[in-house]
């Protein structure tokens, strides 16, 4: 069950939230629940600017990875997110924004070896107990009705489990992490409707 309502405050300021009610059952061994905020506020001071505030609160249920061991018991991920970004139009086909992002899991969900430090192919999901993601993003984007549109967006960033789960042993950092990602495209887009594009993408990632 979801409620969601945006209202503007005045000329200025808007205010959206909302609340989520969800619940998971495996028909096993887990059957929780949970309720999720969230708020968002957007301050405008003028047409080409705007800063925006938010928190989310989710509840996500775990893949459909089919764990082959059948003796794991795989949580839904729990995450609270906080964000704070400023935008701004620097013409009418160009625009800035700069973005910092922390996310604090509980019972992240994340693909492992079910025998860890093997060889063994075999994989399940696992739960780490609590992690955190943290990052900087700048990105800059151009919006032009026909012809060349451009992107380019860089983050710096660190995703890392804090503690172990029931079934994931404690590790540094998470295997997926990518701490430095560029991405960037260019696209034509003709009278018509027909468009070209290429993008492209770099990420760092640890050892």
């Given at each position: 069950?979801?409620?969601?309502?945006?209202?503007?405050?005045?000329?200025?300021?808007?205010?959206?939230?909302?609340?989520?009610?969800?619940?998971?059952?495996?028909?096993?061994?887990?059957?929780?629940?949970?309720?999720?905020?969230?708020v968002?506020?957007?301050?405008a001071p003028?047409?080409?600017?705007?800063?925006r505030?938010?928190?989310?609160?989710?509840?996500?249920?775990?893949?459909?990875?089919?764990?082959?061991?059948?003796?794991?018991?795989?949580?839904?991920?729990?995450?609270?997110?906080?964000?704070?970004?400023?935008?701004?139009?620097?013409?009418?086909?160009?625009?800035?924004?700069?973005?910092?992002?922390?996310?604090?899991?509980?019972?992240?969900?994340?693909?492992g070896?079910?025998?860890p430090?093997?060889?063994?192919?075999?994989?399940?999901?696992?739960?780490?107990?609590?992690?955190?993601?943290q990052?900087?993003?700048?990105?800059?984007?151009?919006?032009?009705?026909?012809?060349?549109?451009g992107?380019?967006?860089?983050?710096?960033?660190?995703?890392?489990?804090?503690?172990?789960?029931?079934f994931?042993?404690?590790?540094?950092?998470?295997?997926?992490?990518?701490?430095?990602?560029?991405?960037?495209?260019?696209?034509?887009?003709?009278?018509?409707?027909?468009?070209?594009?290429?993008?492209?993408?770099?990420?760092?990632?640890?050892?």
């Amino acid at each position: 069950a979801f409620f969601n309502h945006t209202m503007p405050l005045s000329d200025q300021w808007t205010l959206n939230y909302g609340l989520r009610a969800e619940t998971f059952d495996n028909g096993l061994d887990v059957n929780t629940g949970q309720l999720s905020p969230l708020v968002n506020l957007a301050w405008a001071p003028n047409d080409r600017n705007v800063v925006r505030i938010s928190y989310n609160r989710s509840f996500q249920a775990p893949p459909l990875e089919l764990d082959v061991s059948g003796q794991t018991t795989v949580l839904p991920q729990r995450l609270s997110t906080y964000e704070i970004s400023y935008e701004s139009q620097l013409s009418d086909t160009f625009t800035a924004k700069l973005a910092a992002v922390r996310k604090d899991y509980k019972d992240q969900v994340d693909i492992g070896l079910l025998i860890p430090n093997s060889n063994v192919p075999i994989y399940a999901p696992v739960n780490y107990g609590t992690a955190r993601y943290q990052g900087i993003e700048l990105s800059l984007n151009t919006h032009n009705s026909t012809g060349f549109n451009g992107f380019l967006a860089g983050t710096v960033s660190v995703a890392r489990p804090l503690s172990p789960g029931a079934f994931a042993a404690q590790v540094d950092f998470n295997d997926h992490d990518q701490r430095l990602q560029v991405t960037g495209g260019l696209s034509y887009l003709f009278d018509n409707g027909l468009s070209i594009a290429m993008d492209g993408y770099y990420g760092s990632g640890f050892p």
